[in-house]
């Protein structure tokens, strides 16, 4: 079946911008991770969703960062007034229920000038 | 906090050598363990993994990790590297009591020269 898919694969935008990344998990899929990657920090936990649970955002490096799931499916990554310090590749992850093996996506690559 | 080590940063081996990948986990927990490996130009896929039972496990491609809980080491090892090994490899670990996060290791470059 198909696997976790992200939107945009690539983008670029200016310091102080806000950007919008788009995550489609496996489908019957009730967990859904963001996590980040970047040369300084490697592959960081940023947020987790599990069904209809509030969400576990222990990760998020600042309140720039916010994300939401919409039905139980597909989930956006908000990341307002953007800095150089964003710029990394956003991954999302999906599993059957949390705990469970993650599966992850190609990612977005975020480049902030 | 927890943390998860991997000892080695970048390995350079010739085809046929064996590997072996050192891995450390800082949790007192019981744990579900990871190895992902990231190709060029991939994405993360998984190699394998280790939930419950038999302490060594056997993933794709003729890998295999042993869990040793005492030492808390989930090491990653192959008797006989190809060129196509040639990745990013990640150890990683779910805390049971930490929701489902994976708290990842800084990777492990392997270039393995034909």
């Known amino acids: 079946g198909a696997g976790v898919s992200q939107s945009p694969s690539n983008k670029v935008t200016e310091k102080g911008k806000d950007v919008e990344l788009r995550c489609d998990p496996i489908?019957?899929?009730?967990?859904l991770y963001w996590y980040r990657q970047s040369l300084g920090q490697g592959l960081e936990f940023l947020i987790y969703?599990?069904?209809?649970?509030?969400?576990?955002k222990s990760g998020l490096p600042s309140d720039r960062f916010s994300a939401e799931r919409t039905g139980g499916s597909v989930s956006t990554l908000t990341i307002q007034r953007t800095q150089q310090e964003d710029s990394a590749v956003y991954l999302c992850?999906?599993?059957?229920?949390?705990?469970?093996?993650?599966?992850f996506g190609p990612g977005t690559r975020l480049l902030v000038l | 906090a927890q943390s998860v080590s991997q000892h080695n940063h970048h390995v350079i081996l010739s085809e046929a050598a064996s590997l072996e990948l050192g891995c450390n986990y800082s949790?007192?927990?019981?744990?579900?363990l990871f190895w992902y490996v990231q190709y060029p130009g991939q994405h993360l896929q998984l190699l394998l993994k280790?939930?419950?039972?038999?302490?060594l496990v056997k993933g794709i491609k003729g890998f295999e990790a042993e869990f040793i809980k005492s030492k808390f080491s989930f090491n990653l090892r192959k008797p006989s590297v190809q060129w196509s090994d040639t990745a990013e490899y990640f150890c990683a670990v779910n805390a049971h009591s930490n929701t489902g996060k994976l708290i990842f290791g800084q990777g492990t470059t392997l270039q393995v020269k034909p």
């Open positions: 992850a999906s599993s059957f229920s949390g705990a469970e093996t993650q599966y």
């Open positions: 949790y007192g927990g019981t744990v579900n």
């Open positions: 280790y939930f419950s039972g038999d302490p």
């Open positions: 489908s019957g899929h009730t967990a």
């Open positions: 969703f599990q069904g209809n649970s509030a969400p576990d």
